[in-house]
């Protein structure tokens, strides 16, 4: 009878090679741990004799650990992936976790299958949780997990928080508009009210949830313009549903063509000034001698345009370094709070 021949295990590669296991474990998983030469032997012997490496599912099961990081996106993914900033922020966050060795696995907030999302987040060690997510069962889901997390660009409650001054900035940027006194002032928002279109902001529907980072950026805005002496009331604040060149066009040929016109247009997002610039332009204004615009988030196109835009530089792919440092335990588990920085270029000299 002829004899079954013995299944290829991490104990017996090592018996084979008269090396530890832990060597042979170390030569897939912890390069670092060996010389690149003697890496280069084992692997090469392993291919061989037909070993392609330890079996990572009875890894996961004995390690408790899988080696995927889940990035829990507010925004769906195809917007999350199209978005400058979100793309600038999971760049940081893959540069981390490429030099680890580590994966991630991205999960959107707005999937309401409840048991793909349960095994989905079964998959990975723990969360980046980008974007402010509303109370419901994603967010309470996320709570009862109890493994690791870092939350960006919004606080979650027992967890380590990274973001930038959104507050600041935003007062940072109207105060250095305010220096030439406008008429009239408008302020286009992104997400202030709870709602899928494009409309002014009223007084009873403005979003009241302060850890928002829109709401933080309105604070500045209001804040800087009433210490001028400026009051905006609420029907002259429009509010985007999403970050994207459609929703921000509307808004900014609504403000435009309101009575009176704005002449300072303060807005939340680079993706909203650049269009207000375009759509300034084909009604035949000047920028930013009719209008003055602001922009906020730093994003390269707002450079390569005529006018240039001004706006808030917000270090994006950082927050996305310092949240994997985080997770990883390279960096000490405290809240980061990021400074800005004001780009002053063309539209708002």
């Known amino acids: 009878m002829t004899e079954k021949p013995r299944r290829l295990t991490v104990k017996l590669m090592a018996e084979k090679l008269n090396v530890s296991t832990a060597t042979i474990s170390n030569a897939f998983n912890r390069p670092d741990q060996?010389?690149?030469?003697?890496?280069?032997?084992?692997?090469?012997?392993?291919?061989?004799?037909?070993?392609m490496g330890p079996n990572a599912a009875a890894r996961s099961l004995r390690t408790g650990r899988t080696g995927n990081v889940g990035v829990m996106l507010a925004d769906n993914l195809a917007?999350?992936?199209?978005?400058?900033?979100?793309?600038?922020?999971?760049?940081?966050?893959?540069?981390?976790?490429?030099?680890?060795?580590?994966?991630?696995l991205l999960l959107s907030s707005q999937d309401d299958d409840e048991h793909r999302s349960?095994?989905?987040?079964?998959?990975?060690?723990?969360?980046?949780?980008y974007g402010w997510l509303k109370k419901g069962r994603t967010?309470?889901?996320?709570?009862?997990?109890?493994?690791?997390?870092v939350a960006v660009d919004f606080d979650l409650e027992g967890c380590t928080w990274v973001n930038i001054d959104n507050?600041?900035?935003?007062?940072?940027?109207?105060?250095?508009?305010?220096?030439?006194?406008?008429?009239n002032v408008a302020i286009l928002g992104l997400r202030l009210v709870d709602t899928d279109r494009v409309c002014r902001v009223r007084d009873r529907e403005l979003f009241n949830e302060t850890r928002a980072i829109s709401v933080r950026r309105l604070h500045g805005y209001t804040d800087a313009l009433e210490a001028a002496g400026y009051r905006v009331p609420a029907e002259r604040i429009w509010s985007t549903p999403t970050n994207t060149h459609q929703d921000a066009y509307q808004a900014a040929r609504e403000a435009l063509t309101s009575s009176p016109r704005p002449n300072l247009l303060l807005c939340m997002s680079d993706r909203i000034a650049l269009a207000a610039i375009q759509a300034a332009l084909q009604m035949?204004?000047?920028?930013?001698?009719?209008?003055?615009?602001?922009?906020?988030?730093?994003?390269?196109?707002?450079?390569?345009?005529?006018?240039?835009?001004?706006?808030v530089y917000q270090q994006s792919a950082e927050k996305g370094r310092i949240a994997a440092r985080i997770f990883l335990g390279?960096?000490?588990?405290?809240?980061?709070?990021?400074?800005?920085?004001?780009l002053v270029r063309e539209s708002c000299p």
Not at 167 to 176: T, V
Not at 284 to 303: N, S, T, Y
């Open 79 to 104: 917007y999350s992936l199209t978005d400058p900033v979100a793309s600038e922020f999971l760049h940081g966050l893959a540069e981390v976790l490429d030099r680890r060795h580590m994966n991630m």
């Open 330 to 342: 390279e960096q000490e588990d405290a809240n980061v709070l990021l400074p800005t920085c004001l």
């Open 34 to 51: 060996l010389s690149e030469g003697r890496r280069r032997w084992i692997l090469e012997e392993c291919k061989r004799l037909g070993y």
């Open 139 to 149: 967010y309470e889901r996320l709570l009862q997990h109890g493994k690791t997390m």
């Open 284 to 311: 035949g204004l000047r920028v930013p001698e009719d209008v003055r615009i602001v922009g906020f988030d730093g994003i390269p196109e707002g450079a390569n345009i005529h006018p240039s835009l001004t706006t």
């Open 118 to 129: 349960r095994l989905q987040e079964s998959m990975v060690d723990g969360f980046i949780v």
């Open 167 to 183: 507050y600041e900035g935003a007062r940072r940027s109207a105060e250095h508009a305010l220096r030439q006194p406008p008429e």
